[in-house]
């Protein structure tokens, strides 16, 4: 049974930066589950599996604006380190929960000072062209569907 929308699908990856870097990837006893079709993947990867079927092997680069999306400024801002807890650990590259209008919202830490810290809420991969390894593992019927 080929990969279409609606179907429960379960794959293997890993993800390759621009510098062909492995940046993530799903470990062996924990593939990657999901319902084709629903947001729940990366545009690029969802139509690059389309048809596919179990045991096929596929490479997929995934342009940011198929990805993560561009690089956006306004989601960057400066913050007092003191908000933090256990602020004197901070650390540049640190990711870290901060409250947007409400919400908690993952940031890494892009540059600290002394008075100031600058905090990066954009995805890690936001602005990169990556490169998806999968392999299927599995295509199925979704009960009641």
Known sequence: MGISVGKSVSIKYS???ESGQIVDASQDDNPW???HGTGQMLKGVERALLGHVPGDVLEVEVSPEDGYGERDL????YADPKQFEDYENLEEGMALFTEVEGEQVLATIKELKEDKVLLDMNHPFAG??????IEVLDVKEIEGN
Not at 74 to 77: E, F, K, N
């Open 128 to 133: 990169q062209t990556l490169v998806f390894d």
């Open 74 to 77: 306004a989601l960057t801002s």
């Open 15 to 17: 993800i390759r930066d």
């Open 33 to 35: 589950v999901f319902v």
